[in-house]
């Protein structure tokens, strides 16, 4: 009985470990590697030892050329701008929505609401080629705003915001507006400030896939000064034809150290956004 | 307006009365609506339903992205060259047997993670946050440190290979073991979300159906056959769909790892069509590709929602 559960209890250590390794150890690869030149991230390898997971004798080399030879700061100031439009234009609309949707009576509302339904099913990232042409033509192309403008209006976003709407009771509302409160009165006052969770987690699945995105902003955008992260370490290069790997992997740690940062952070938000897509999806 | 003619058109507005004449208020309040709805619903109708139109159309039509305006009506001849030559049936092969891979290990893995995951284990929470790592990782990311991972010469799973005794593997350079990899890395990837979603519906099962199943001698695996796999049935068909979705879409890979090699072992569809409209400016070519994409990522929702909406309905 007890030798049982002794058996169990290591045979569940062993499992997490695994786990934990098999996902971390990739990163801590990457990252161990960034701060090493490039004998020592191959003399690491082969054999292996531990020590390709530990940055013994770090040095930040591969940082500063990375950020002397790169335009990496450039494209990350790109990001942060189209990434905090997004959210903030993502939010404002879905929310305006939203509340046309659950709390204003209007004929054709199921219409509206099929519309934006059907956009659900669309696999737009496989529309590539016509969307360039629609942004392009609106003489988008090369622009910030053009690698923000197609998802501002979010069908997710509309789903999750008006699930909370409907969720939240109207007798604030109603009391305001016997006093003779305007709807917009009572959508900035009232049903605003009490959506927060919803808000954030949507503000933050957006920053997630607007800091993430690399197929758009690779077809749009071609000029340098307006390139954005992702497509910045794509264009580093591959293995195969690289001086230096150190420097791709500083590149890689740049580019994901914010994202890792705000996930551990605001776990939670994320988590529950993600499931809630799932159900509700 | 004064209170007293609000309450009044408030209560007037309850009664519903269809086939009247709005009222004064009925209809400041459609204005009020289409203010509200009229800047998401543009960018919808321009950024959604207009390139669907433009796809549609340019099907029919021969031109390049960089003359659009040369363009040549060609009728059905871009589905008919579909056929003809050998490229998209391949290509759409390719990206099946990946998205057929990736479902076949992510649904599996992702329900036993969940499993453990939803037990009582020490550093759960921790668990939890590596599996989600690379979900909030980029693809661009991930593509890069698996493709210095799979290093034929000095990457760490050769490395490790080594230790354990085994030969070296080429992995991303050779024509049967590439799709392979892409599949394998598409699984560490996107297990962790797999995983929250089987969680999410594992929290909505409730324990005291295992639980009296149990006092009447049901053992674990009976309990988990009989009870959880099938209440879970809905959360399944939707993990399902989404991997499948999101599979028939992967470009990053195909892009940054194996530019669709070799020899095409890896040509991913989206991959196809990028580099048919932007690469060999067949934009007409590249736009019927992307109609059968589309049908095809439809004909997927569809079976979903009618199956959803069917059966399984406990």
Redesign the interface.
Known sequence: MRTTRIRRTALTLVIILLIIACFLAPYAWVVASSLKNQFTVFGDVTPLSWRAFVPVGATIENYVSLFERTNILRALLNTAIVAIGQVAFTLLLCSMAAYALTRIKFPGAHIVFMLILLTFLLPIEAMMVPLYQVVSGLGLSNTLVGIMIPWIASPFGLFLLKQAFEELPTELEDAARIDGAGHVRIFFSIVLPNVKVPMVTLGLITFLFCWNSFLWPLVIVQDPARQIIQVAIAQQGSPTQLPNWGETFAGATVATVPLILLFLVLQKYFTQGMATSGIKG | ???GE??LT?SA?AKTRPRKAATRRQKQ??L???G??A??????????????L??AR?SFYDYS?LN?AAEKFVGLRNFADMIEYDDAGRSFGITFLFAFGVVAFVIPIAFA?AL?LNSK???RG????????????????TA??????L?PS???I???L??VGITRQPFLTSTTQALPSLIAMTL?QQV??GT??F???LQGVPSELGEAARIDGATRWQVLWNITIPLLSR?TL??VV?MT?FS??T??PA???TQGGPQEATNL??YH??NT??IMQQ?GY??AL?VV??LV??AI?MVQMALLRSRWNY
């Open positions: 307006m004064s209170t609000q309450i408030v507005g309040e459609r009020v609506a289409v509200f709805l800047p998401f619903m543009l960018l919808l109708l321009i950024f959604q339903y207009v390139p669907l433009v796809m340019n992205l659009p993670l453990f284990l020490p550093a921790l668990v939890r946050t590596m599996i989600m790592l690379p979900v909030v990782t980029s693809s661009v990311v890069t440190m698996w493709s210095f991972l290093d000095n990457g760490l050769n490395g490790a080594d230790i560490w962790g979300f929250i979603l969680l999410a519906g959360t939707f993990v989404i979705v028939l879409q470009f990053a892009f940054l790892m569809i989206v069509i990028y409209a932007f934009a590249a736009s992307s994409l589309l990522v439809l929702s």
